[in-house]
């Protein structure tokens, strides 16, 4: 039965080319001082930045820089942001980049006016903003996270080793995203495909909870199945528009809050992921698709329903005189060749984990009660042995 729920996206999108244009709109509505955050430098390198800038500078706007934004964003970059908005009194902050820089960007808006340590109020006690909020704004440059429409932004905190994903309320969301999908035209081909598992990771940490008949599961199994139809064009031909920008817009739908209402979810794919981001600093989508098989593979028997209409519906195997469990265990293999034809990395070792640091993996490792199987110490030393 669909659950109760509130629903509102307060994002605005400005989609396809040259939609960065959407910015004479939204750049009026704020004060003249911008803080303009971005990564380790390939919108330089692209031209993106000297568009945006230009942009700017036409509007008005005093620019403050706050560069070097790293994947897998660092609480300490954070503290570091904070000074840097307050020292320009930033009215805006606009993230010109991928998730990280998004992500980077909520944190710092929430952060800048916070009395307490923002990592200890938010990342560890879990607890919302009572402060002045700065307004975000957003230009995607990588597809996968859905950061560019929700309130989503994962931090990690090396010391500690943990990585921690903080999901804030809809006024921590950007205010507006421009897409443009030729903006991420200049990916290399691994952030590109592990953006394209990030994105299916999403749709499955949905999919793969409840038993009831729910709309949502729907829109999830079109979801995926445009994703990887267009994953597919997307890696032989990169610059291949129709593609990359079905695969822009599925990423924001899998993950802007939409596919998650009225139903339960999972996201513990992601809790293993993130324990291994925060032991090695490995690309996120890559951590995800190094424990997802093994995951599945345990938690099939718990779920098994779920995995055969997953099979059926996403896969199109073929379920005529085969067992329930046959037919589910089709839909993984034929998950397992289509991660391998996109060129994903399909274990831990690959992504510099090795056995000696299991113990710590399973500390770092959060445990979720929205799947099919809530997950002993055990469980997940064994699903990361597997991942081996
Ligand atoms: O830093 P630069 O030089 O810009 O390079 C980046 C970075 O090295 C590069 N890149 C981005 N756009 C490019 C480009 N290179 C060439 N051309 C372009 N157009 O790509 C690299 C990766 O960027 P990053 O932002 O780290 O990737 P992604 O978008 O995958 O973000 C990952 C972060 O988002 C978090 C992850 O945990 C991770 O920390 N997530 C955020 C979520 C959310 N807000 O809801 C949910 C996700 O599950 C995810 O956890
Ligand atoms: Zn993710």
């Given at each position: 039965m669909l659950g109760n729920f509130s629903y509102c996206n307060p994002t605005k999108l400005y989609f396809g080319k040259d939609a960065i244009q959407g910015l004479n709109e939204e750049l009026p509505k704020y004060g003249k001082n911008v803080l303009l955050v971005y990564g380790g430098g390939s919108i330089k390198k692209n031209g993106i930045y000297d568009r945006v800038v230009e942009i700017l500078k036409a509007n008005g706007k005093i620019i403050a820089e706050d560069a070097g934004?790293?994947?897998?964003?660092?609480i300490e970059k954070v503290y570091e942001g904070c000074e840097r908005a307050k020292k320009c009194n930033a009215d805006l902050i606009l993230a010109v980049g991928g998730g990280s820089v998004c992500d980077y960007a909520k944190a710092v808006s929430v952060s800048?006016?916070?009395?307490?340590d923002p990592w200890e109020k938010y990342y560890i006690r879990f607890e919302e903003p009572d402060n002045k909020i700065i307004p975000v704004g957003c230009v995607l440059t990588m597809v996968g996270t859905g950061s560019e429409m929700n309130g989503g932004s994962v931090i990690t905190n090396f010391s500690q080793k943990l990585k921690i994903g903080k999901v804030f309320g809809e006024e921590v969301f950007p205010k507006f995203s421009v897409l443009d999908p030729e903006y991420t035209f200049t990916l290399p081909k691994y952030q590109m495909v592990s953006g394209f598992f990030d994105i299916m990771s999403h749709l499955l940490e949905q999919y793969f909870s409840g038993t009831d008949d729910n709309t949502s599961d729907y829109i999830i199994e079109g979801l995926l199945r445009s994703l990887i139809h267009s994953a597919q064009i997307a890696v032989n031909n990169p610059l291949d528009y129709e593609a990359r920008s079905n695969i822009m817009w599925t990423a924001t739908w899998a993950l802007n809050t939409l596919v998650a209402k009225g139903k339960d979810t999972d996201w513990e794919v992601h809790m293993l992921g993130q324990a291994v981001s925060a032991h090695t600093d490995a690309t996120h989508g890559m951590t995800l698709a190094a424990v997802s098989l093994p995951y599945y593979r345990f938690i099939l028997p718990y779920g098994l329903s779920k995995f055969k209409r997953y099979a059926l519906?996403?896969?199109?195997?073929?379920?005529?005189?085969?067992?329930d469990e046959e037919i589910a265990e089709e839909g993984l293999k034929a998950m397992k060749a289509w991660m391998r034809k996109i060129g994903l990395?399909?274990?831990l070792r690959d992504l510099?984990?090795?056995?000696?640091?299991i113990d710590g993996l399973v500390k770092s490792t959060l445990v979720m009660t929205g799947g099919y199987k809530v997950l002993t110490a055990e469980d997940i030393r064994n699903i990361f042995k597997a991942s081996l």
């Open positions: 934004v790293m994947p897998n964003p660092t800048v006016y916070c009395k307490e519906n996403v896969w199109d195997v073929d379920g005529t005189g085969k067992t990395v399909m274990n510099g984990v090795k056995e000696e640091m």
